[in-house]
């Protein structure tokens, strides 16, 4: 079996530290697990990154290599493993000294158990044994979250809707663009968070789909503006309507309601229709503020209307200021 050397396989110096050895693995990882990688020779490579890992991320298992020396097959001088025997033939350790130090995959098979070099099921299966809770948490290690934004309209937050988002799935050997159905719950508010799990990036190591993470943006509206879950509409009335009171129809997310004007009602008062804002437990309110809106004067009828309105009236709505 031709000699791998460990650290060119992970792209790190033979001095490189743990935190430096981890990094490259995750990176190659990420890069050649079959599950998400479009390179041609990807499980080969992931098994090689995988043995190369497991062997230096061990501080006993990386000295014991370390003490082969680059040119091992060549018969150069090493420090045999504690129990193995300079002689010419095959020692405990699985070697020679004579140069035929036999199959590399042995000496993993004889230092850490059989198939610890080689004959993979599945990527990690010649380490399974060896590992324990470190293995564990290593394969189940979830891939990365994936964030997107996704604007809809004030009516789909109000009634629910389904709608497509469309992200960048990051971090694999390619970025890819990615389109997804989403159902927006009626109700939802701006700014919140949707999470669809399972939909983000694949683990590199075979373990949980990371999640999808869409943060809604609800668009502007040209009447209504929301406060949380409550909705705000300014409604424009006559100067009679807000003088003697009247009953007028205004819109709601849910369809128009009847509105009781208060009589003397001036502009900026503000009335409130319970339970009429965004859906929730408990629902949102809608308020109503009015705003007095004078008619055009053009004709001289109206010309006449206001002047009379004014005899009628000894009101001056400037008082409160004269005292300033």
Request: zero cysteines; aromatic letters at 8%.
């Amino acid at each position: 079996m031709e000699y791998q050397d460990y650290y060119k396989t992970l792209g790190v110096n033979r001095d490189a530290s743990a935190d430096e050895i981890k990094k490259a693995y995750r990176r190659l990882a990420r890069r050649y697990h079959p599950d998400v990688s479009e390179e041609p020779d990807a499980e080969a490579q992931f098994k090689r990154i995988a043995e190369a890992y497991e062997v230096l991320k061990d501080p006993e298992k990386r000295k014991l290599y370390d003490q082969l020396g680059e040119n091992w097959q060549a018969g150069q001088e090493y420090s045999p493993p504690p129990g193995g025997q300079r002689t010419g033939s095959r020692t405990a350790s699985g070697f020679s000294s004579s140069g035929d130090f036999g199959d590399f995959s042995d000496f993993f098979e004889s230092i850490f158990g059989r198939g610890a070099a080689g004959g993979f099921s599945d990527p990690f299966s010649g380490f399974r044994q060896q590992q324990g809770p470190d293995w564990d948490r290593h394969q189940n290690a979830q891939g990365r979250d994936v964030s997107a934004e996704l604007e809809v309209d004030l009516e789909d937050a109000y009634k629910g809707a389904t709608r497509t988002v469309s992200f960048n799935a990051t971090g694999q050997a390619q970025s890819r663009r990615r389109e997804l159905k989403v159902k927006i719950p009626a109700g939802v508010t701006d700014g919140q968070r949707i999470r669809l799990k399972g939909q983000g990036e694949a683990s590199p190591v075979g373990g949980e789909n990371g999640d999808l993470l869409i943060r809604i943006l609800i668009k502007p509206h040209r009447h209504f503006q929301l406060d949380g879950k409550d909705v705000h509409l300014t409604l424009p009335v006559a100067p009679w309507e807000a003088a003697l009171g009247a009953t007028v129809a205004v819109p709601t997310l849910g369809g128009k309601v009847e509105l009781n004007i208060p009589a003397e009602s001036q502009s900026q008062k503000r009335l409130r229709l319970k339970g009429r804002g965004m859906p929730g437990k408990p629902p949102g309110d809608q308020y109503v503020n009015l705003v007095i809106v004078n008619p055009p004067a053009k004709t001289q009828e109206a010309k006449a209307a206001f002047e009379s309105f004014r005899e009628a009236f000894d009101f001056d709505p400037r008082a409160n200021l004269r005292s300033h």
